[in-house]
């Protein structure tokens, strides 16, 4: 046990891959890495502390769905003034759906960062969104609430909610652009400019352009994504266009 | 429609009272009243705001409840180093059970605030712990986090919070601490030396005497209260000892 304890202590060259993949995905550099460590440790690993209690991500989970929940609330709250108890609780569920959290975990490739003794392949698909919590809880032991609320704003709010696609008001912003251009006879492409798919994390920057001129542009962890990001905004920007006309 | 935003909005002897009332539950004072104010209207009210939006306290509910489970959460984290991620799950639930909860929203007398048009003895017995939720979203709205995490860990933590209680473990220390002293053939006397029973906020100070030393001291807003709390420092005051004998 405590060969692999000092493993786990260690500083090395992985500590120093880490250590940057954490700050390019936070946003910030992390300050006590074995919160982070522990966020992606999974229990098969069998780790102790001194006091007997297990070292994985488990507890992070718990800490860090409370604060992945509060977060959402404050913004719910905020972004949508009008809407009632009921509307925020069952908006703020779809937030932080299992399988939205899957997605979230996934983009991130938080996977291929964690420490285990069975193989990946044999995990199950909330793997990815049960690392996801357990790095809020991590943040919120390094960092605080203040930086749990800013990398939920900016890894969860900024690029996956939209409050008109919760409620299914619109399904995707690309076939409504597409619908649009069409109507009013407009040539329109997407055009794939940036394409760091040999990366760690991929990331994909789209320029949408409507009779030649570029609308909107969007960076995303796929090309699809981008694609919706740039019609979103592209039709954000038309509306605004449509109504001073 | 104006009026009573009129009324709502105007400072008034009223307002001082409840600017004293809440700087003597919070611990602190108030910057934006309106948001407390906000927390002790029922919908029965009929208030609006400028752009339709209800003025009441039930979306503040939403978000003081959010802002008490992580709270709550990361409270328990660090205190119960541990507990597995059920353990910490089950805690909580009862931590912030709506029985909890109403019994805190009743010794802080909040109901007495609430502006409604129906009669107070008309609510349900859920209104005490609804109210003490928006309350909790309110110091969040006016403070943040960080003030939010000091009135729960005043208000609800350190009064009423005991981890081997809500373990089962412990149902009373009084009835602990009075075995005890039969066991070792001990005097004991409880003496409510504080008793502002005529005060807004009722609070009693009691003294625990064992053999006619005062052996703890507690303070609480029932007798009963009061002296459990004093028998819980009792208690711990005497293991310590007998662990030093």
Tied chains: 1, 2.
Excluded at 7 to 33: A, C, M, Q, W
Excluded at 93 to 119: A, F, Q
Excluded at 176 to 193: A, G, N, R, S, T
Aim: net charge positive; glycine share 6%.
């Amino acid at each position: 046990m405590s060969v692999i304890q000092n493993i786990f202590n260690s500083r090395s060259e992985k500590d120093g891959n880490f250590f940057s993949y954490l700050t390019k995905i936070l946003g910030f550099k992390p300050k006590v890495l074995k919160h982070y460590k522990k966020a992606f440790t999974h229990r098969s690993m069998g780790l102790k502390d001194d006091h007997g209690n297990p070292i994985n991500y488990e507890r992070l989970e718990f800490l860090g769905d409370a604060m992945l929940s509060s977060v959402i609330a404050g913004y719910l709250f905020s972004e949508v003034p009008g809407g009632n108890e009921g509307y925020l609780t069952k908006m703020r569920s779809k937030v932080v759906s299992r399988k939205h959290l899957n997605e979230l975990g996934r983009d991130l490739k938080l996977i291929d960062h964690v420490s285990s003794t069975i193989p990946k392949t044999q995990f199950g698909a909330n793997i990815h969104g049960n690392i996801f919590e357990a790095l809020v809880g991590a943040i919120y032991l390094d960092r605080g609430y203040k930086y749990c609320e800013r990398f939920i704003n900016e890894s969860v709010i900024v690029p996956y909610v939209d409050i008109e696609q919760l409620e299914g008001k619109v399904i995707s912003y690309k076939s409504l652009l597409i619908e649009w251009c069409q109507k009013e006879k407009k040539e329109f492409d997407y055009e794939v400019y940036e394409d760091t798919g040999i990366d760690e994390l991929k990331h994909f920057a789209v320029k949408l352009r409507i009779n030649d001129k570029v609308i909107a542009k969007a960076r995303a962890t796929s090309k699809k994504k981008a694609e919706e990001a740039a019609s979103k905004r592209g039709y954000y920007a038309l509306q605004k266009k449509i109504a001073i006309r």
